[in-house]
C-alpha cells in the first residue's frame, strides 16, 4: 500500500480519454481503506493494488486514475486543461470573425480580429 492511501487523506481522481493530457480532476478525500477497495467520500471505488479504472468498458479508452492530491500529474492535467480552454477560447473567437466577415459587419470583424490576436498571443506566451 502506497502511504498517501490512508483514510482521511486528500486524494484527485484524474479522468482522461484516449490519451489526451487533459480531463477532469475531481478532488476527494478517502473514507476508508479495505483489504481491496479504497473507498471515497463521494462514494468511488478504487482496487488498492490497481488504483486506475475504465467506467466505460474493456473497449474504452477512457480512464479514472486514482492518486494523491499532491502528484505531479494533478498539476499537469490541470495546466493542460488552461491550455485546452485557451485553444477553444480562440477556436470559437475565429468562428465568429469568419461570420462577422462573411455578414459583411466589418467594424465587428476588426474588433474581434483583435480580440483573437490577443488570445493567440497570450497561447504563444505560455507555451
Do not use: C
Not at 71 to 93: F, G, H, S, T
Not at 102 to 119: H, S, V, Y
Amino acid at each position: 500500500m502506497t502511504e498517501w492511501m490512508t483514510p482521511g487523506a486528500e486524494v484527485a481522481i484524474l479522468g482522461s480519454s484516449h490519451g489526451k493530457p487533459y480531463g477532469s480532476i475531481t478532488r476527494t478525500t478517502i473514507k476508508t481503506v479495505g483489504k481491496r477497495d479504497i473507498v471515497l467520500d463521494n462514494g468511488d471505488r478504487f482496487n488498492r493494488a490497481r488504483p486506475i479504472e475504465h467506467p466505460g468498458g474493456q473497449w474504452s479508452t477512457a480512464t479514472s486514475e486514482l492518486m494523491a492530491a499532491d502528484d505531479p500529474r494533478v498539476a499537469a492535467m490541470r495546466k493542460a486543461n488552461a491550455i485546452q480552454n485557451r485553444k477553444v477560447a480562440a477556436r470559437n473567437l475565429a468562428d465568429d470573425l469568419a461570420r462577422v466577415i462573411r455578414d459583411e459587419d466589418w467594424p465587428r470583424a476588426k474588433e474581434l480580429a483583435g480580440d483573437l490576436a490577443e488570445a493567440l498571443a497570450r497561447m504563444d506566451a505560455q507555451q
